[in-house]
Structures are given as structure tokens and as C-alpha cells.
């Protein structure tokens, strides 16, 4: 969370002319209310279906740039489906960054405990391998600004697509 998939995300698929979905996006749009509230009715478990579905979903088309909820990885489906059907990134970004970037948003459910910041260091460390397991593309550090990352991405898989 705050790592930028959905800002990084939707700028990419600007650049490379391609549709841009987000699965949080998607869920939201579904069920016609915010993710805070998909939290409370139905709980985390809950919302863990609904993510899965639109996962299993969104990796049948092609051609698009998605950006996922951070808690994808949970799930040992999303994480083969994502691998196998896209070229997956993962932007590692150390928790304090991340706290800097969230501490003011309520839209993140399991952020509002009374501290974020060791929440964010734990699922951090709990994750982290689930990532580096899913991604072929690891970005370390989120030290370059948004647009940075972008144009890194783009020449990484312009040299992706030549080698192909
Ligand atoms: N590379 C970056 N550098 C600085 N701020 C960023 C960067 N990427 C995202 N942000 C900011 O961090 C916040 C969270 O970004 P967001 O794209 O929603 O992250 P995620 O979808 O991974 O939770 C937003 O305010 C966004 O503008
Ligand atoms: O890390 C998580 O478990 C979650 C991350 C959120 O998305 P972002 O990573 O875009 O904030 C959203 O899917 C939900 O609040 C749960
Ligand atoms: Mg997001």
C-alpha cells in the first residue's frame, strides 16, 4: 500500500497506449461502495473473494496494464495466474516511505489501527517474499518519482519485447 502500483500503473498504460484497469477499481465499481465498506459488511475474507474473482478475471485479456490491491499475493491462484499470464513488477518501497505516502488516506482498511507504521513494516516483511515469488521485475528503493519509474519500465520492456 503506497507503493504507487495504481499511479505508476495508470501513467504506463498511458505511455503504452494501452487500457489501464485497476482490480481495487474494479471491485469498487462492482459493488457500487468503497473498499472500507466491503471491509465491514463482509470482512477481510470477503473481499479476498471479490479481488480473486476480478484476478481471475482481468488476466483473461490481453494487452492491458493492471496495477493490483497490495494483499494479491496472499493467494497462491493469483499469484500463478498473474505470473503466467503478464509481465509482473513488483515496486519495492521501504515502510516509512510507504506510511509517508497513506498516513492521511482512509481508504486503506487495514491501515486504521493505531499504528499504521508497524502494521506496514509487518505485512511488509510477511509479503516481500510473496512478491519477489510473483514478479519478474523487481524495482528496488522508490527514490525516483513516479515518472521516472515509468520510463525505467517502459525501456525494460521495450528490451523485453525485442528479445522476444
Ligand atoms: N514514485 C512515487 N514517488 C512519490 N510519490 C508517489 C510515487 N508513487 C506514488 N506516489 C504517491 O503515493 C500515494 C500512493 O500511491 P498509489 O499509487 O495509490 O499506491 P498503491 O496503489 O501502490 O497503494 C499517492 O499519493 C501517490 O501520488
Ligand atoms: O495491501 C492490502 O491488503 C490492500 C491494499 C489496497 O490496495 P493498494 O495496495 O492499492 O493500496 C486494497 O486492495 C485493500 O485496502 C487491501
Ligand atoms: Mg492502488
Known sequence: MGAGKTTIGRQLARRLGRPFFDSD???VERT????PTIFEIE???????REAQTIFELTSVSGIVMATGGGVVLDPENRRRLRATGWV????????????RTRHDRNRPLLQVEDPLARLESLHEA??????????????GGQLVASGVVQYLIREFDQLCLEM
Not at 43 to 49: A, H, P, Q
Not at 127 to 140: F, G, I, Q
Open 25 to 27: 477499481h474494479e471491485i
Open 32 to 35: 457500487g461502495v468503497p473498499i
Open 43 to 49: 470482512g477481510e475474507d470477503g473481499f479476498r473473494r
Open 89 to 100: 513488477v513488483y515496486l519495492n518501497v521501504p515502510p516509512l516511505m510507504l506510511y509517508q
Open 127 to 140: 509479503r516481500d517474499p510473496l512478491y519477489r515469488e510473483s514478479a519478474h521485475l523487481v524495482v528496488e
